[in-house]
């Protein structure tokens, strides 16, 4: 087994959405618990690694191991699944979707660990967006869904967001970015591999962090200067170098721009039979879905979540918020303890309300 404790599973030449062949593809994940008892998918965030998606899991937690077969796969561009930072591409990664994502952890479930369906889907943002292209690309193969802190559809201002932080990094290498859902203008077109020096990545990764440092946490996180009271950090500066850009610098930039972009495209619309059709897709819902956003969560609102409920068939979604100041890490990686339990408990109900006795195999 990697260092990390995490099994790959070869996908070999695997065409893209986009239209290009990631070639020689695999997928990184890791299970825990009886393959035989009711399996739960759980993707990884954007930056994050297989092991950082355990702190929800353990016998303790609704994720209960003993009770449910869990399978963590990991994003494309993570540094685990098939990233920049793992292959030898002689040209720029190509654009990866969630469609893209989804549909080899579809493989990986089915035809490499025997699954023929879900009891549940679920995930914190990117991991969120995952659940929605699972629920609406596979509507048939699961019975729950729990997306929380994320989206069906990346909004104009989540893009917005994005633009800022990946052109601080790419400013870095004097390139600029070349818009939303696309990488930077290199002067020699957009098909060329990027390339940093250690001056570069560490100067871009360093900006990239203190831009997101606005973002991830809400203007009352800073207001009561949790950054000092939980994290035990003595200012501001001290919060921004070692939380921020000390999060930022252990990144590979390319795998930062792969994830990016995957996030800043995210429409679980944009594929067969919807067509853009958002509305549509929404209420293609199948799965009995929990939506649970954050009520101070700057780039995912509660106010795109009600829409997404809105618009699925009655009886399928329904809505919580998280009742918080942490901003988007209400949902993760469990920093915050009161949001864990809430969480925790959140789906503990849900789970409590429909049973596996009747999984289907």
């Not at 201002?157 to 970015?177: C, D, M, R, T, Y």
């Not at 590979?252 to 990016?260: A, K």
């Amino acid at each position: 087994m990697p260092e990390e404790g995490y099994d790959k599973y070869a996908l070999g030449d695997w065409h893209l959405q986009c239209g290009t062949t990631l070639s020689n593809a695999h997928i990184a994940y890791k299970t825990f618990g009886d393959p035989k008892a009711p399996a739960i998918v759980y993707p990884t965030w954007y930056s994050g690694s297989i092991s950082d998606n355990v702190w929800l899991i353990g016998e303790d937690k609704s994720l209960n191991p003993k009770k449910y077969f869990i399978i963590i796969p990991a994003l494309f561009g993570n540094g685990q699944s098939t990233s920049p930072s793992n292959t030898k591409l002689a040209t720029a990664f190509p654009k990866v979707s969630f469609y893209d994502n989804v549909r080899a952890q579809h493989m990986l479930v089915t035809v490499h660990l025997g699954i023929h369906h879900l009891y549940c889907v679920l995930g914190w943002s990117m991991g969120a967006g995952q659940t929605f292209q699972w629920i609406t690309q596979y509507p048939d193969f699961m019975d729950l869904a729990v997306p929380f802190c994320g989206s069906a559809r990346t909004s104009l201002h989540n893009q917005v967001f994005l633009e800022g932080v990946k052109s601080a990094l790419l400013a870095a290498k004097g390139i600029p970015s070349a818009g939303s859902k696309e990488g930077g203008v290199t002067g020699e077109g957009l098909g060329e591999k990027g390339v940093w020096t250690d001056t570069q990545r560490m100067v871009g990764l360093k900006a990239f962090g203190r831009g997101y440092a606005g973002w991830g946490f809400s203007q009352a996180f800073y207001r009561e200067k949790l950054h000092e009271k939980h994290y035990g950090y003595p200012d501001l500066e001290s919060f921004m170098v070692g939380f921020w850009e000390g999060w930022a610098t252990s990144k590979d930039p390319e795998n930062m721009l792969v994830m990016l972009q995957t996030w800043q495209s995210g429409d679980c619309s944009m594929q067969e039979p919807y067509n853009g059709d958002f509305e549509k897709s929404m209420s293609s819902i199948k799965a009995k879905t929990l939506v649970l956003p954050a009520k101070t969560d700057l780039y995912f609102p509660p106010e795109d979540s009600e829409y997404e409920v809105a618009n699925m068939k009655p009886g399928v979604g329904q809505l919580e918020i998280f009742p918080t100041i942490w901003g988007h890490w209400a949902g993760g990686p469990g920093d915050s303890k009161a949001d864990l339990k809430w969480l925790d408990a959140h789906l503990s109900g849900f789970f409590g309300k429909y049973s596996t006795d009747e999984f289907k195999m």
